[in-house]
């Protein structure tokens, strides 16, 4: 394989992938170049994970470091009329979807020598990394919001990371990881590229498990987007390759009380636009201040997708419908039940398509919220 090359989206630079990096020198993220993508006779069945898709990942070795994350369950249930496909990102390795994005960005930091690394997380991110970390015996240190939720602090602690917990806003715990740098390797799956390199993963998986055909839509509850550029990286690499020749439109799922992405949708602009966040209960896409912003709205814009709100009231609901269908997440991941009810309700999405919606975080995580939810619904009978 050719070895992998960073692009700078800011100044244009090329900037080959040999050495642990974070951001450009100019101060812009990266992204990877394209990727050759990968024809379906080159994955490695034997392998039941998301390295059966080895061939078309960025890395020069074998993984170093695996947990057996990917290959997760595809379900279907049925949803206000509609036969939906839920994909069962709650049964990776720490519960969440950030492991197959972890998976691949730690091996390639192992590959060109990473040393003690940090991260800040509102708490999946952080469990994901310290665990892979630990499991190769790396130095990690995680900033995480005060206010996050204690299943998920418990578990980061439970891997000897150090947890920093950080008073504020989710945007303090970054300035407090960016003010960190220099002590150890900032390893952030917002800004490093090889954890998008993880996430395109979960579009050969969801086109494998479909008997290589490709779902009509995608709902995914989005923060920063890494899933959402994943997906389009992934199905862009597969059409190219001659293997597919349509994409699916993707919508990227946001609660209403902090949607970043929604409020430069809105306002039919490619970059960040200001706005008043409020607290929600779904903290995993509680993100203030996205860092590819203009790639995502793109890969939305080119998808034919979009961005959906749900309003608070509508995530507790959905939460406990999930439940009992037998899918248990957590409040974030049950923004993509709301959303899709919202969806079906205005028409966008027939019930005679193909529709995938991606359950991000198993309901261990915030088992203390999930609680009040379901006080909170007695209460009302």
Known sequence: MTPARYLCPACGRRIAADRPLWRCDCGSHLNLEPGPGLARDAIDRDASSLWRYRAALALAEAPEVTLGEGWTPLVVRRWDGAAVHFKLETQMPTGSFKDRGTAVMLNHLLEVGVGPIHEDSSGNAGASIATYAAAADIPCRVFVPASAPRAKLVQIA???????AVAGSRQAVTDAALAAVGASFYASHNWQPFFIEGTKTLAYELWEQLGFAVPDNILVPTGYGSNILGLDRGFDELRRRGEI??????????AENCAAFAASWEAGMDRYVPFEPR??????????????????????????????TVPEEAIGPALLRLARLGLYAEPTAATAG????????????????????VLTGHGLKASERIAEIIAGALSQV
Do not use: K
């Not at 995993?284 to 998808?303: C, F, K, M, N, Q």
């Open 245 to 254: 020749d349509r994409t699916p439109r993707l919508f990227a799922v946001q």
């Open 279 to 308: 607290a929600t209960i779904a903290d995993g896409i509680a993100t203030v201040r996205p860092v590819r912003v203009a790639e995502v709205l793109d890969a939305l814009r080119r998808s034919r997708g979009g961005v959906v």
């Open 158 to 164: 439970a891997t000897g990371a150090a947890v920093e």
């Open 338 to 357: 709301a959303a899709l009810s919202r969806l079906v309700a205005d028409g966008a999405i027939d019930p005679s398509e193909t529709t995938i919606a």
